[in-house]
């Protein structure tokens, strides 16, 4: 096992950016709104920061190494300088909406323990496994390229009570969101982890990621799909439920 190292400025950089983020929707964006949502809707705007923004870095990580290597990336790649930053600017984004949590609502276990086995495994692809990185960043685009929709959705549920545009706007993107949700997450995402699961059990990662690691990460991620699948079926229940009662009063 490797020694974590930690000679980096990109990661109190991006810590600082979160938390200067955080601060300027608490305490400016979302001033005027109730307690609860305010914090909430905070927490929303952290994510819409580092959503989108991963996504893109990414893709710019995956593709800039593709392009320089020799060979194809593989699920037992070493990480690249670019694989490296992009996770840190996770870890950053993880840890301070983690903080969020535990502060707010601190009986939400089930996103608090999200939070902490995310940062898990990119803590430890970054800093003590040092390969790997290629499928976290596959994993991580698939899991933020929904964000933006899903906060915007979010943001709007919790104003749609006192705000009929945010009622219109919550309803306008219910259909299309959880369509664009159930593809990724309930298709595509568990096609590409089946794959990293089929190569880790060959043993074609050989010892470039230990044991430990792999089936480690595994279980967090298999873990966090199955949730992710249980989450838009329930919402998907809802909407159908809602659908209906709207065309009995129609």
Known sequence: MGIPSFQTLTLPTFFFFFVSSYLLAYFRIFQNWDPKHRVEAS????????????????????????????????????????????????????????????????????????????LYVFFTCRFIVHHGSFALLVLLILAEITSFCQNVWTLAGYRKADLPVAGK?????????????????????????????????NQMAGDSIPVWAWVSWMIVIVTAILISIVWVFDHWIDWFKRRKAMNKLA
């Open 43 to 118: 927490s929303c705007f952290i994510s819409l920061t580092h959503g989108t923004p991963a996504v893109f870095m990414a893709i710019h990580a995956l593709t800039t190494h593709t392009t320089k290597s020799p060979s194809p990336p593989s699920f037992s790649s070493p990480n690249t300088y670019l694989h490296n930053t992009v996770l840190e600017f996770s870890i950053s984004y993880f840890s301070i909406d983690l903080l969020h949590y535990l502060i707010f609502f601190p009986n939400d276990t089930l996103f608090i323990l999200h939070h902490l086995a995310t």
């Open 169 to 201: 706007v919550f309803d306008l993107m219910s259909l299309p969101f959880f369509a664009f949700y159930t593809i990724v997450r309930g298709i595509i995402g568990p096609l590409f982890v089946y794959k990293m699961g089929v190569f880790y059990i």
